[in-house]
């Protein structure tokens, strides 16, 4: 540590390693913001890397121009999620106002570094039946809107080589959705890994 | 129905079954008021059948004397996650202020209504390690408060042959650990299903 009258310039230690990282990133339809904010603490308490926010047709346009989406203001929800989990690796964070320009002309770039590219929609199979050494690498996962995508938005996906899956019966809140399948991942990529090595 | 100028009776059908349950039952350590209603809104979402609320070592006092305890007035935000998952089974709740004769006297007697007991506790080995096969009939899953359980906490329940389990290196907010161990253990017992009928 050096010390002077004007300045103080500290020496950081990392004495031990940052938690290990999911490999998930999320493509997420605009939430209202207060269920933002609960998310972004969340994805960021778990690991998520990166955090597409798209457009859907059940996606309010005023979601887009909420002051937590100006000037970087989400980042203190990231912040806390991160203080919670003990990490330092912020996620980043991206912004698409127009659903299918983001489909169809940046997503295809993007795939290639996602071993498994998901979408969540009630009704398709459970996550179980997801081959796990499918999930060895980074997996993108996409939630949709309360209400869910709509079928046009599904079909796109499809078109992209999305695999849908589902849930179960119970419909989640968008937070508790996001949750539940980040650690249902999490697990079935350790299963995965454990066969791997086994 | 019929109808009366005092009065009306209806008469409901169900058409559906309600959603599956996930036969998982909470102990949970008291948490700060604020947080206990979201763990309400979302262990109800998610099906669980009953929550015992129970005293810790990093319990503050006070949480037991919030007004969210009094009355039943928890009762909406169990609501609030019924109605969300479409459910109809109210989670049932009961509150031990004495820590010890709830594990001691308590517990052994419930402990034959389910198939595992498991308690969270950080650095214990993750819920793969778990035979699926024990976790056919329904769970009893113990999660401490901020902080965690202190260890003769923890002791006590290895003493009613609690499996310990943890989530990993990341220290979770007690509402997105609740979340993350619900999703995977009914992950799990599907997967426990799956081989049991192949």
Not at 95 to 115: G, Q
Request: proline share 6%.
């Amino acid at each position: 540590m050096q010390k002077s009258v004007n300045r103080v310039v500290l020496e950081v230690t990392a004495k031990e390693p940052a938690p290990g990282r999911p490999l998930l990133d999320l493509v997420l339809a605009v939430p209202r913001p207060i269920m933002l904010k609960k998310i972004f603490t969340q994805a960021a308490s778990l690991g998520v890397g990166h955090i597409f926010l798209v457009n859907a047709n059940r996606v309010e346009k005023s979601f887009f121009s909420a002051s937590l989406l100006q000037d970087n203001n989400y980042r203190k929800y990231l912040l806390h999620g991160l203080e919670q989990s003990v990490d330092t690796m912020l996620p980043s964070v991206s912004i698409h106002k127009r659903f299918r320009p983001f489909l169809e002309d940046e997503l295809p770039e993007l795939m290639h570094d996602y071993s498994a590219c998901l979408v969540a929609h009630p009704d398709a199979p459970l996550l179980h039946k997801i081959a796990a050494d499918t999930l060895k690498g980074a997996v993108l996962l996409a939630v949709g809107p309360e209400g869910g995508w709509i079928d046009f938005e599904v079909e796109k996906f499809r078109e992209q080589d999305f695999t849908e899956i589902g849930l179960g019966k119970r419909i989640l809140r968008v937070d508790t959705a996001v949750v539940s399948l980040c650690a249902q991942l999490s697990f079935l990529k350790k299963l995965g890994g454990g066969q791997g090595r086994a």
